[in-house]
Every structure is written in structure tokens, then in C-alpha cells.
């Protein structure tokens, strides 16, 4: 990596010679009729190839302008505007025969007077702030021809793109991507920007979306997510386009692709397949994640009770997504299609996928536990675990939203998904576990293999309703979601334990089939109206109904007579069945002002609780009644269009899990037992949220600052009592009153055009997080309260140049420092530095020949917990060679981890657990692909 740094480096340094020359423009500006000289008339010089700005002055009192910056060589654009008045443009260029540009007397017109048949051209600035809103005029930012969005992005100061195509912007994830303002395959941000080609996008808006309802009102609601929304072309909105990509490599490596799109105006559809084995799912990187996920967490909304969990211990299964771990088998497909008409009145949205991955790996962990001692002080216990794993998941779903104006005042909007999905698992895990002395505590083999289906439906309708009095609506709410998940597991485990010399003591053999049976049906309903209070402030009030009815059957079984495989004896330790039912009230206000450049408002929601559960074992019957309140308040202050400030609050009562609260004992890791605590109450949690943005014209230059920090009040935190003895661990849940767990994260980022380098953007960036966290460790009646610490500090400077086909390069590098300790063992940490990097170049060569080169390098030190560090380069190298006028065939040599360093690794802390993590993951290989695209955009001739 530091090769690569430094010939970038020793590039860009050797071409620092540049011209002293002074190029200069000057001239006056006055009134044409009335000759008044026009003061404080703005002045601008622009390129006039992007129309990014080289030079800004104001008109002097006397009606003289001069700018004597070092323009340098060129096509410019003179752009003189004035109040009231048509902007003035006239493009000129400098060179060293014509130094200085004298325009004498630019006379400006009334646009009151402006002639019929006039024509004045405008140009747009590169960057605008709209209230929450950057919007990024896309003619200003030159990519390759052919680019995708994805290549426009990255161009986009305050926007990074990962390797894996993850949006970052201004320091936050962006999981949505929208066309013209709607959704393209739903929330897949990759199938819009590795699919559309960036010479169709007009404009690039990033924003933070909210709420349909807090978009109708206007009113924050609290709910933000960070978007894009790609506004294309007028005249791209019509023909078809596409993409065929097929590929074989080395060690039976193989990858294809298929994307055809075809847009009428206001009509877009689209398809598009995938075949792969190379870690390429087919999914974009957040839909990937969703790929498997399910409603099994189904969450009453507003602080109810989580009516499952959806634990990683459970028999539920693998989630789907493939993080690099082990070797995948992708196969992906989709439908999309979106309408509007009946001049807008009606539009339809719908969406279809389908897809399996199969991932086959090895793994190995070391983890240090952190345990409480027999007397106040310090122990841990040392484990190592070997495991193979097969993991599968198929699935299918359906999602669809119509939206109809039903006159000018109101409309409806009713959306619907269904999913259904097939999952198997196995894992097979050996380990065993030393104490701090050294001596053996056990050895564990652990066999769970599972399988299931799931199948959910969704469904929502949402009526709103403006009043002739301006701030007075009207919405209501109805939704449903239904449920059902079907699995079934077999699992085998042997737990050998030992004493201190070494002599067995202990002899666990665990054998069970298990069955899962989950059904559950919600239906919520709300009524939100807000009545103006005068011309800038306004209030709205809510009131909402949430009825959950669900029913949970858990059974495992044993043998009657071991080794005969029947099957048929109940174990009611870990067998259970519950009725559920939950009904919450919830009533809100929240008051809103907005005047001028300010934007305030507080208020709160209040719900009222009711949930039983019965015990269908034993007719126990379990309730409780509760409330939550969840206050909110926010500020926005807008100095200029490219500058604003706003700071959130949001408080939220956290009821527990019913995992958490219900005597349900679970033993898929046979080392580990779960048992609930229905005496648990809820906790209360503060967020606190800060963000300034700026872009600066005359510089260029865009800052992006944000800050947040978080706090609990009696919070849930898990206790853990370990059996010397065994090594086994039974975990509960308390709450700690008088501990108060914490979070902060704070992001810095400074983007820049530094001209005298060539116009190279430069960016500068500082990262901060950390959270403390408690949870209760109990050994032999003794219970302590351990205290975990962690932060994250890492600085980074990102560098990059584009420069019309000859080349670009992007890298973007700096340290990192983790610290992580735990009070039950201070005198062992786990902190460490790293250092990381991430860069890619490319180089276009005469002949249509494209060299390409993408890296990432990460190290992290050894630390006292894990004295063994790690560093990996992973390097990506491509030739490509393109045939005809629009380069729309290829023929593509890559290789994949060029100097075959890829090796999987992690490390995380949580709780008195510190993990590192082995696994196996794809190394090199080489593939040889085909590429064609096709376009037809326009109603022009087909480009070939």
C-alpha cells in the first residue's frame, strides 16, 4: 500500500510546474436604458466546458469590475446578474496571445422590459442547499462515456462509494436510491447505480427522506432516512437500454449479469438476472442484507413489547447475508415497474424478486470471557473454536404501491408486500475452553442443523386530506402484517468438563429434534391532524390503535431409547407454547414554527400498554400494563442556501424483548442457557443529534459536520452466571438503575478542488465513536457489575482527479485507534492501531484500452488480548479492451486479490466477550468477461 500511496504521490508532485502568468477579465456594468451604474452587481467567471466557478467579484461603486485572479488558459463563461434584472452571458477565452478580457460596458436589461424573442442563458451552480436538501447539477461533474451513476457519485463532494457499491453521505448511510422520486426495485441502491448510465441524470439530490405522513403535514415526525434521488433527463426518459455481462475464470470461478431497461415518459420497466459464485449476490449491498430477513422481530410500534426475537440462538435460522464469510453460490432475479397517469393523478409502483445463495466455509474463533472471580479481582476464561458451516436461503417477494389523487385536495396511497422464504443451516463447532491458569476446563462439540419456511404479508393504507385553510389536514392510517414461520432443527452436543488438575468431572450429552410453530397477526390504525395556530405556527394531534394477536409453539424432543432415532419424549425444558395479545392506546402533540430561516418544533407521544400472555402448558397466565412517552424536538436554522445548522432530540421508552421477560430456556449453543425475568421493566433512552453542512461557492469547498450522543436510564443488561465447573454460562436479564450506558459518534469531513494542483478534490475527514456499556457476571454467588469500554478514532485524507479520457483515481487512507476494555479485567485491554486504505485508478490508453487498478489495505496491531497482528493488501487489477464508436463492447481480463492476501478477519468486543474471528473467504482468481451495453435513449438511432 505505501508503494501505491507514494508513486501517486511522486505523480502529482512531479507535475507541479505551473505557469506564473496573470489572467484577468474587467469592465463595468450599467442600466441600458437609464445608464444607472449597477453596485453590488455579481460577477462571475465560469468554465465553460462544467460551469464550475474560477473567479466571483461585486461591481465598485463607480460601476467597475475586475477580477485579476490566475484564471489561466481557456473557455470561459461571463455571468453578470443584478435584482429585477435578465442575467447577463457571454463566454470569451484567455490564452497567451489574450492575457486580459475587457468587456467594457455590459449593459443589463429590466426583465420588465426584456424583449420578446430575447434569449439569455443561465447556467445552474455545481452545488445548491435547499433547505435539507444538496442538490448537485450533474453536467458539472465529468465522468467517462459509458459511466454509471455509481461513477457520478463518486465524484460528488461529501458522497464515498465503497467497493461493495455502499453510499456514504456526509458521513451517514444512504440505504435509498430514487428515480424522478420513486422507488427502483424497491430499496436497492445498486440496481439504480450500477444499472443507469450517469449521461441520463440531470440533477443529483441528496436529502433526508421523511415520513409519507411528515412529508403531507410538513411537520417532523423524527423519521429520516438519508436518500439520492437521481432526476434524469428530459430527453432520457424515453427508448430502452442495457447490459450483458458474462464471465469465466480460474479455479471454476463464474459470473453473469443481465439488465434490460425500457423507459416511455412517465413508464419505466425493468429486468434484470444474475449467476455468480464470486461474492456477487446479486442484490445491491443493502437489499443483500434484507435478502433473508424476515418480520420475525415483530415489533409492536411505539415502545410495545417485541413479540419474538429474533436471536441468533434461535432455531429461526441463518438471516441470508453474505458478509465475506465462507464461498457463495448467487443466483438473483427482478421485475420492475412504475406508471403515472391520468395527469398524474394515479401511480403505480410494483416489484418482483427472486433468488437462492448457498455459502459453504470454515471458520475459527478466539474469545476471551471476562468472568468475576471468587474474590473481588480479575479472571478470564480462554476459548478456541474450529466450526464448518452450510447455510442456503431462497427467496421470493412481491411488493406493489398505488397512489391515487382523488381531487386536489386529497389523496390515498395503499401499499402491500409478500414474502416467502426457505432456509437450511448446518454447523458443525468443536472448542474448547481454558482457564487463566491454563489448565483445561472443557471440551464441546456442537452439530445444529435446521430448516424452515417463513411466508409475511404486509399491508397498509394511508388517506390524507388538506382543507381550504392553508396548514389544516386531515390523514388516517391502517395497516396489517401477517406472519407465519415453520422450522424445524436437530441438534447434537457433548460437553466434557474438567477440574483444575486436568481429572473429568462431567459428561453432558445433549440430543433433540426441535420444532418451531410461530403465527401472529397486527393490525394498527392511526388519526394525525394539524391545525395552524397563525401564519408560522401550526399543531398537530394523534391518536393511534395497535391490536397484536400472535401464537408461539416451541417443541424439542429426545429418545425414548437412545441410538434409536425415535424421536418421542416431550422435554418440557425447552419446549413451550404462549397465546400473546397486546393493545396499545397512544395519543400526541407536536407543536411546529417556522418563519424565515428557522424551523422548531417539540412535542411528544404517550402510549398506554396492555399485554397478556398465556401459558398453554401450564395455564399460567402472565399481564402487565405499562406506558411509554417519547418526547421530540428539533431546530433548523438556514444561514443561506448553502449553509445550515439543525439539532434533533428524541426520547424513547424500550420496553424488554418477550425473550427477555418470559421463563423460556434455550440451548442451541449448548455452553450457553437462556431463561427469562418477568420482573424486567422498561428503560428510557435519550439521543441527542447535531449536523452543519456548507458549501462554499467562491472556493468550492463543502463541509459536513454531525455529531450525536445518547444515554439510558435503567437499562436492560444482561447477567451471566458461570458454572466454574463446566464452563457453562446461564444468561438472564435485570435491570441496573445505577449504571447509565452511554454513546457518542462524531464525523468531520472537508471536500475541497484544490486548483493549483491540477484541480485534484481533496478531502479531509475525522471519525470518533465510543459507547460504554454494563452488563453482570456471576461466579459462585458472587455477582459483580462489568463495565466495557470502547472508541473508535480514525483520521482519513481522500484524494482524486479526473481528467477526460486519460484518467482517474480516487484513494482515500488514514489510522485508526480502537481502545476496548473491561473492568472485570483492567489490566488486559484490547486496543490496538490500524491503519486503512482504499483506492482505485484507471488509465486510459490509446486503442480503446482501459488498465484498471483497485486496492484496499487494512491493518490492524496486535494488542494485549490478541498478540498476533494483522495486515492484508488486496488488489485488483483489469484490462479491457472496447470495440466500436461507443465503446459498448468489451472484453475484460481481471484478477482478483492479485497478490493472494485476502484472508478473513475480525475482531469485535461485547459485553465481557473480546472475539477474533477467522474464516475463510474467496482468494485469487482470474476472469475473462464479455460485456455489451445497449442504448436507445432519446428516440434516436441505436448506438452501436
Same mark, same amino acid.
Given at each position: /500500500?505505501?508503494?501505491?500511496?507514494?508513486?501517486?504521490? +511522486?505523480?502529482?508532485?512531479?507535475?507541479?510546474?505551473?505557469?506564473?502568468?496573470?489572467?484577468?477579465?474587467?469592465?463595468?456594468?450599467?442600466?441600458?436604458?437609464?445608464?444607472?451604474?449597477?453596485?453590488?452587481?455579481?460577477?462571475?467567471?465560469?468554465?465553460?466546458?462544467?460551469?464550475?466557478?474560477?473567479?466571483?467579484?461585486?461591481?465598485?461603486?463607480?460601476?467597475?469590475?475586475?477580477?485579476?485572479?490566475?484564471?489561466?488558459?481557456?473557455?470561459?463563461?461571463?455571468?453578470?446578474?443584478?435584482?429585477?434584472?435578465?442575467?447577463?452571458?457571454?463566454?470569451?477565452?484567455?490564452?497567451?496571445?489574450?492575457?486580459?478580457?475587457?468587456?467594457?460596458?455590459?449593459? /443589463?436589461?429590466?426583465?420588465?422590459?426584456?424583449?420578446?424573442?430575447?434569449?439569455?442563458?443561465?447556467?445552474?451552480?455545481?452545488?445548491?442547499?435547499?433547505?435539507?436538501?444538496?442538490?448537485?447539477?450533474?453536467?458539472?461533474?465529468?465522468?467517462?462515456?459509458? +459511466?454509471?451513476?455509481?461513477?457520478?457519485?463518486?465524484?460528488?463532494?461529501?458522497?464515498?462509494?465503497? =467497493?461493495?457499491?455502499?453510499?456514504?453521505?456526509?458521513? @451517514?448511510?444512504?440505504?435509498?436510491?430514487?428515480?424522478?422520486?420513486?422507488?427502483?426495485?424497491?430499496?436497492?441502491?445498486?440496481?439504480?447505480?450500477?444499472?443507469?448510465?450517469?449521461?441520463?441524470?440531470?440533477?443529483?439530490?441528496?436529502?433526508?427522506?421523511?415520513?409519507?405522513?411528515?412529508?403531507?403535514?410538513?411537520?417532523?415526525?423524527?423519521?429520516?432516512?438519508?436518500?439520492?434521488?437521481?432526476?434524469?433527463?428530459?430527453?432520457?426518459?424515453?427508448?430502452?437500454?442495457?447490459? *450483458?455481462?458474462? #464471465?469465466?475464470?480460474?479455479? &471454476?470461478?463464474?459470473?453473469?449479469?443481465?439488465?434490460?431497461?425500457?423507459?416511455?415518459?412517465?413508464?419505466?420497466?425493468?429486468?434484470?438476472?444474475?449467476?455468480?459464485?464470486?461474492?456477487?449476490?446479486?442484490?445491491?449491498?443493502?437489499?443483500?442484507?434484507?435478502?433473508?430477513?424476515?418480520?420475525?422481530?415483530?415489533?409492536?410500534?411505539?415502545?410495545?413489547?417485541?413479540?419474538?426475537?429474533?436471536?441468533?440462538?434461535?432455531?429461526?435460522?441463518?438471516?441470508?447475508?453474505?458478509?465475506?464469510?465462507?464461498?457463495?453460490?448467487?443466483?438473483?432475479?427482478?421485475?420492475?415497474?412504475?406508471?403515472?397517469?391520468?395527469?398524474?393523478?394515479?401511480?403505480?409502483?410494483?416489484?418482483?424478486?427472486?433468488?437462492?445463495?448457498?455459502?459453504?466455509?470454515?471458520?475459527?474463533?478466539?474469545?476471551?470471557?471476562?468472568?468475576?472471580?471468587?474474590?473481588?479481582?480479575?479472571?478470564?476464561?480462554? !476459548?478456541?473454536?474450529?466450526?464448518?458451516?452450510?447455510?442456503?436461503?431462497?427467496?421470493?417477494?412481491?411488493? #406493489?404501491?398505488?397512489?391515487?389523487?382523488?381531487?386536489?385536495?386529497?389523496?390515498?396511497?395503499?401499499?402491500?408486500? #409478500?414474502?416467502?422464504?426457505?432456509?437450511?443451516?448446518?454447523?458443525?463447532?468443536?472448542?474448547?475452553?481454558?482457564?487463566?491458569?491454563?489448565?483445561?476446563?472443557?471440551?464441546?462439540?456442537?452439530?445444529?442443523?435446521? =430448516?424452515?419456511? @417463513?411466508?409475511?404479508?404486509?399491508?397498509?393504507?394511508?388517506?390524507?386530506?388538506?382543507?381550504?385553510?392553508?396548514?389544516?389536514?386531515? !390523514?388516517?392510517?391502517?395497516?396489517?402484517?401477517?406472519?407465519?414461520?415453520?422450522?424445524?432443527? @436437530?441438534?447434537?452436543?457433548?460437553?466434557?468438563?474438567?477440574?483444575?488438575?486436568?481429572?473429568?468431572?462431567?459428561?453432558?450429552?445433549?440430543?433433540?429434534?426441535?420444532?418451531?410453530?410461530?403465527?401472529?397477526?397486527?393490525?394498527?390504525?392511526?388519526?394525525?391532524?394539524?391545525?395552524?395556530?397563525?401564519?408560522?405556527?401550526?399543531?398537530?394531534?394523534?391518536?393511534?390503535?395497535?391490536?397484536?394477536?400472535?401464537?408461539?409453539?416451541?417443541?424439542?424432543?429426545?429418545?425414548?431409547?437412545?441410538?434409536?432415532?425415535?424421536?418421542?419424549?416431550?422435554?418440557?425444558?425447552?419446549?413451550?407454547?404462549?397465546?400473546? &395479545?397486546?393493545?396499545?392506546?397512544?395519543?400526541?402533540?407536536?407543536?411546529?414554527?417556522?418563519?424565515?430561516?428557522?424551523?422548531?418544533?417539540?412535542?411528544?407521544?404517550?402510549?398506554?400498554?396492555?399485554?397478556?400472555?398465556?401459558? /398453554?402448558?401450564?395455564?399460567?397466565?402472565?399481564?402487565?400494563?405499562?406506558?411509554?412517552?417519547?418526547?421530540?424536538?428539533?431546530?433548523?436554522?438556514?444561514?443561506?442556501?448553502?449553509?445550515?445548522?439543525?439539532?434533533?432530540?428524541?426520547?424513547?421508552?424500550?420496553?424488554?424483548?418477550?425473550?427477555?421477560?418470559?421463563?423460556?430456556?434455550?440451548?442451541?449453543?449448548?455452553?450457553?442457557?437462556?431463561?427469562?425475568?418477568?420482573?424486567?421493566?422498561?428503560?428510557?433512552?435519550?439521543?441527542?443529534?447535531?449536523?452543519?453542512?456548507?458549501?462554499?461557492?467562491?472556493?468550492?469547498? !463543502?463541509?459536513?459536520?454531525?455529531?450525536?450522543?445518547?444515554?439510558?436510564?435503567?437499562?436492560?443488561?444482561?447477567?451471566?452466571?458461570?458454572?466454574?465447573?463446566?464452563?457453562?454460562?446461564?444468561?438472564?436479564?435485570?435491570?441496573?438503575?445505577?449504571?447509565?450506558?452511554?454513546?457518542?459518534?462524531?464525523?468531520?469531513?472537508?471536500?475541497?478542488?484544490?486548483?493549483?494542483?491540477?484541480?485534484?478534490?481533496?478531502?479531509?475527514?475525522?471519525?470518533?465513536?465510543?459507547?460504554?456499556?454494563?452488563?453482570?457476571?456471576?461466579?459462585?454467588?458472587?455477582?459483580?457489575?462489568?463495565?466495557?469500554?470502547?472508541?473508535?478514532?480514525?483520521?482519513?485524507?481522500?484524494?482524486?482527479?479526473?481528467?477526460?479520457?486519460?484518467?482517474?483515481?480516487?484513494?482515500?487512507?488514514?489510522?485508526?485507534?480502537?481502545?476496548?476494555?473491561?473492568?472485570?479485567?483492567?489490566?488486559?485491554?484490547?486496543?490496538?492501531?490500524?491503519?486503512?486504505?482504499?483506492?482505485?485508478?484507471?488509465?486510459?490508453?490509446?486503442?480503446?484500452?482501459?488498465?484498471?487498478?483497485?486496492?484496499?489495505?487494512?491493518?490492524?496491531? *496486535?494488542?494485549?488480548?490478541?498478540?498476533?497482528?494483522?495486515?492484508?493488501?488486496?488488489?485488483?487489477?483489469?484490462?479491457?479492451?472496447?470495440?466500436?464508436?461507443?465503446?459498448?463492447?468489451?472484453?475484460?481480463?481481471?484478477?482478483?486479490?492479485?497478490?493472494?492476501?485476502?484472508?478473513?478477519?475480525?475482531?469485535?468486543?461485547?459485553?465481557?466477550?473480546?472475539?477474533?474471528?477467522?474464516?475463510?473467504?474467496?482468494?485469487?482468481?482470474?476472469?475473462?468477461?464479455?460485456?455489451?451495453?445497449?442504448?436507445? /435513449?432519446?428516440?434516436?438511432?441505436? =448506438?452501436?
Amino acid at each position: /500500500m505505501k508503494y501505491t500511496l507514494t508513486l501517486l504521490f +511522486a505523480l502529482l508532485v512531479g507535475k507541479l510546474g505551473f505557469s506564473q502568468t496573470t489572467y484577468s477579465v474587467k469592465g463595468s456594468a450599467a442600466d441600458t436604458i437609464a445608464n444607472v451604474k449597477l453596485v453590488n452587481a455579481t460577477i462571475s467567471v465560469l468554465n465553460a466546458k462544467d460551469s464550475t466557478l474560477r473567479g466571483f467579484t461585486r461591481v465598485a461603486p463607480d460601476g467597475s469590475f475586475s477580477i485579476t485572479k490566475k484564471l489561466g488558459k481557456g473557455k470561459f463563461i461571463l455571468l453578470a446578474t443584478y435584482p429585477k434584472y435578465a442575467d447577463y452571458v457571454e463566454e470569451f477565452t484567455l490564452d497567451s496571445a489574450h492575457t486580459t478580457r475587457n468587456f467594457g460596458r455590459i449593459s /443589463m436589461i429590466l426583465k420588465s422590459k426584456l424583449l420578446e424573442g430575447v434569449i439569455v442563458k443561465g447556467t445552474r451552480a455545481a452545488i445548491k442547499i435547499k433547505g435539507d436538501t444538496t442538490e448537485y447539477n450533474a453536467s458539472s461533474f465529468t465522468v467517462q462515456p459509458g +459511466a454509471k451513476v455509481e461513477d457520478l457519485l463518486k465524484q460528488l463532494p461529501g458522497i464515498q462509494v465503497d =467497493k461493495d457499491g455502499k453510499i456514504t453521505a456526509q458521513g @451517514q448511510a444512504v440505504p435509498k436510491v430514487l428515480v424522478d422520486g420513486e422507488e427502483f426495485f424497491g430499496d436497492d441502491p445498486t440496481l439504480v447505480t450500477k444499472n443507469l448510465r450517469a449521461d441520463m441524470v440531470d440533477k443529483v439530490q441528496l436529502y433526508d427522506k421523511t415520513s409519507d405522513q411528515a412529508a403531507f403535514t410538513g411537520i417532523d415526525d423524527g423519521q429520516k432516512t438519508k436518500t439520492i434521488n437521481i432526476k434524469l433527463k428530459e430527453d432520457k426518459k424515453n427508448g430502452y437500454f442495457g447490459k *450483458a455481462d458474462a #464471465g469465466l475464470g480460474t479455479k &471454476d470461478f463464474y459470473s453473469g449479469q443481465l439488465a434490460v431497461n425500457k423507459f416511455a415518459g412517465k413508464e419505466k420497466m425493468s429486468a434484470y438476472g444474475t449467476l455468480a459464485n464470486t461474492g456477487k449476490t446479486g442484490l445491491g449491498w443493502e437489499d443483500a442484507n434484507k435478502f433473508g430477513t424476515s418480520n420475525n422481530n415483530v415489533e409492536i410500534s411505539d415502545g410495545g413489547i417485541s413479540i419474538f426475537s429474533n436471536n441468533s440462538d434461535d432455531i429461526e435460522g441463518w438471516g441470508g447475508q453474505y458478509n465475506g464469510e465462507g464461498f457463495p453460490t448467487a443466483r438473483a432475479g427482478g421485475l420492475h415497474y412504475d406508471n403515472k397517469w391520468s395527469g398524474d393523478k394515479q401511480t403505480i409502483n410494483g416489484n418482483y424478486k427472486i433468488g437462492s445463495l448457498n455459502v459453504v466455509g470454515d471458520r475459527s474463533n478466539l474469545t476471551q470471557n471476562n468472568i468475576a472471580g471468587n474474590t473481588p479481582g480479575a479472571d478470564f476464561i480462554n !476459548s478456541r473454536s474450529t466450526s464448518n458451516f452450510r447455510n442456503y436461503i431462497f427467496r421470493q417477494k412481491l411488493d #406493489g404501491a398505488y397512489n391515487l389523487k382523488l381531487d386536489s385536495l386529497s389523496n390515498l396511497k395503499l401499499t402491500f408486500d #409478500g414474502t416467502f422464504k426457505n432456509t437450511e443451516t448446518e454447523n458443525t463447532t468443536l472448542s474448547q475452553s481454558d482457564r487463566s491458569s491454563g489448565s483445561r476446563l472443557n471440551n464441546n462439540i456442537n452439530r445444529l442443523n435446521t =430448516k424452515g419456511d @417463513q411466508k409475511t404479508f404486509n399491508f397498509s393504507a394511508l388517506y390524507t386530506k388538506k382543507f381550504k385553510k392553508v396548514g389544516r389536514t386531515l !390523514s388516517v392510517s391502517l395497516s396489517e402484517s401477517l406472519d407465519r414461520v415453520d422450522n424445524e432443527g @436437530q441438534q447434537y452436543a457433548r460437553l466434557e468438563s474438567f477440574n483444575e488438575t486436568g481429572t473429568p468431572t462431567g459428561n453432558e450429552l445433549t440430543d433433540l429434534e426441535k420444532y418451531t410453530d410461530v403465527k401472529s397477526n397486527m393490525v394498527t390504525t392511526s388519526v394525525t391532524y394539524t391545525e395552524p395556530l397563525s401564519k408560522s405556527s401550526s399543531i398537530l394531534a394523534s391518536y393511534g390503535l395497535n391490536v397484536s394477536n400472535s401464537d408461539a409453539d416451541r417443541r424439542a424432543f429426545g429418545q425414548s431409547t437412545p441410538g434409536s432415532g425415535n424421536y418421542d419424549v416431550l422435554d418440557t425444558r425447552f419446549s413451550n407454547h404462549y397465546q400473546l &395479545d397486546q393493545l396499545i392506546n397512544q395519543a400526541g402533540a407536536v407543536f411546529n414554527y417556522k418563519k424565515d430561516k428557522t424551523t422548531f418544533n417539540f412535542g411528544t407521544k404517550v402510549g398506554l400498554a396492555n399485554f397478556k400472555q398465556e401459558d /398453554m402448558y401450564t395455564g399460567n397466565k402472565f399481564t402487565r400494563n405499562f406506558s411509554n412517552w417519547n418526547p421530540q424536538a428539533s431546530y433548523q436554522y438556514r444561514f443561506s442556501q448553502q449553509k445550515s445548522f439543525r439539532f434533533n432530540y428524541n426520547g424513547n421508552t424500550r420496553q424488554p424483548s418477550l425473550d427477555q421477560i418470559q421463563p423460556i430456556r434455550n440451548n442451541n449453543d449448548n455452553t450457553t442457557i437462556i431463561e427469562g425475568n418477568p420482573n424486567l421493566t422498561p428503560s428510557f433512552n435519550n439521543r441527542f443529534q447535531a449536523t452543519y453542512n456548507s458549501y462554499k461557492v467562491l472556493s468550492n469547498r !463543502s463541509i459536513w459536520l454531525n455529531g450525536s450522543y445518547s444515554f439510558t436510564s435503567n437499562p436492560i443488561v444482561s447477567n451471566s452466571d458461570f458454572d466454574s465447573s463446566t464452563g457453562k454460562t446461564t444468561r438472564r436479564y435485570s435491570n441496573l438503575a445505577s449504571e447509565t450506558p452511554t454513546a457518542f459518534s462524531i464525523n468531520a469531513q472537508m471536500d475541497s478542488k484544490v486548483k493549483f494542483l491540477f484541480g485534484i478534490n481533496v478531502g479531509i475527514n475525522a471519525y470518533a465513536s465510543g459507547n460504554t456499556s454494563f452488563n453482570k457476571v456471576t461466579r459462585n454467588t458472587i455477582e459483580q457489575t462489568n463495565r466495557s469500554r470502547s472508541n473508535t478514532y480514525q483520521v482519513g485524507l481522500n484524494i482524486s482527479r479526473y481528467v477526460e479520457k486519460k484518467f482517474d483515481f480516487y484513494a482515500n487512507f488514514g489510522p485508526t485507534y480502537n481502545t476496548s476494555v473491561s473492568s472485570l479485567n483492567p489490566n488486559t485491554n484490547n486496543n490496538g492501531k490500524g491503519f486503512n486504505g482504499f483506492h482505485y485508478l484507471n488509465v486510459y490508453l490509446p486503442g480503446k484500452i482501459q488498465i484498471g487498478a483497485e486496492g484496499e489495505y487494512q491493518y490492524r496491531a *496486535a494488542t494485549e488480548t490478541f498478540n498476533e497482528s494483522f495486515s492484508r493488501y488486496l488488489l485488483t487489477a483489469s484490462i479491457t479492451k472496447s470495440f466500436f464508436k461507443e465503446q459498448n463492447l468489451k472484453i475484460k481480463a481481471n484478477c482478483n486479490d492479485v497478490f493472494n492476501q485476502n484472508q478473513g478477519f475480525s475482531r469485535n468486543i461485547s459485553g465481557n466477550y473480546i472475539t477474533q474471528n477467522n474464516y475463510t473467504t474467496i482468494k485469487r482468481y482470474f476472469l475473462f468477461s464479455i460485456i455489451y451495453e445497449f442504448n436507445k /435513449m432519446g428516440g434516436g438511432a441505436p =448506438k452501436q
